[in-house]
C-alpha cells in the first residue's frame, strides 16, 4: 500500500493524474473568476450604497450599482 491509498482499498491513489488533474485546474480557474467576479459585484454595490461627504445625494446611484452589479455577475455566468 503506497500513502496515498485508503487502507482496505487496491492500491488506486487518491490523486488522480492526467485529464483529472487538468479537470481540477480547470475547474479552480473557474471558481477563482467567479470569486473575482463576486469581489467586483461587491464593490459596485458598496460604491453605490457609501454617502460621499462633498456631494448631494444621488437617489438613483443605489440602483444604478445594484444593476452594474448584476451585469457584472451575469456576464460570469452566475
Do not use: Y
Not at 487538468?22 to 454617502?51: F, T, Y
Amino acid at each position: 500500500m503506497t500513502p496515498d491509498t485508503t487502507p482496505g482499498q487496491p492500491d488506486v491513489a487518491l490523486h488522480p493524474t492526467g485529464r483529472d488533474v487538468e479537470s481540477a485546474v480547470e475547474r479552480v480557474e473557474l471558481l477563482e473568476a467567479q470569486i473575482q467576479a463576486l469581489g467586483q459585484a461587491i464593490r459596485a454595490l458598496i460604491q453605490g450604497l457609501e454617502d460621499i461627504p462633498d456631494q448631494e445625494p444621488d437617489p438613483e446611484r443605489p440602483a444604478r450599482a445594484a444593476r452594474l452589479a448584476h451585469e457584472l455577475l451575469l456576464a460570469q455566468g452566475l
